[in-house]
């Protein structure tokens, strides 16, 4: 089982930043993608970014130049680095991990964009 617990989400002003923090516990051999998605109200949840196992990043070309992922070697945590920020990026953040072919999900955190 794996457990993924994120946090950072909150208000923040058009134009500003945020950091997203994913933590990963369990049996975290052998994973493949590990990344943040997010949903706004009444769309589909979308990919932000991920990490490749070689921990090369991929983005979504609405946050490309603003947002950057990271992670460590172990797999036991990923950063989300969000700036300038607008009111399109609101909503739910997940972190996603794809291992043996499963995807774990976080509970998700919030990011409301208001001035």
């Known amino acids: 089982q794996v457990q993924l617990v994120e946090s950072g989400g909150g208000l923040v002003q058009p134009g500003g930043s945020l950091k997203l923090a994913c933590a990963a516990s369990?049996?975290?051999?052998?994973?493949?993608?590990r990344g943040w998605y997010r949903q706004s109200p009444g769309e589909e949840r979308e990919l932000v970014a991920d990490?490749?196992?070689?921990?090369?990043?991929n983005y979504a070309a609405s946050v490309k130049g603003r947002f950057a992922i990271s992670g460590d070697n172990e797999n036991t945590v990923v950063y989300l680095q969000m700036n300038k920020i607008s009111s399109e990026d609101a909503g739910v953040y997940y972190c996603?991990?794809?291992?043996?072919?499963?995807?774990?999900w976080g509970q998700g955190t919030q990011v409301t964009v208001a001035s």
């Open positions: 369990g049996n975290l051999l052998n994973v493949w993608l």
């Open positions: 990490l490749n196992p070689r921990n090369l990043p």
């Open positions: 996603n991990y794809q291992i043996g072919g499963i995807d774990y």
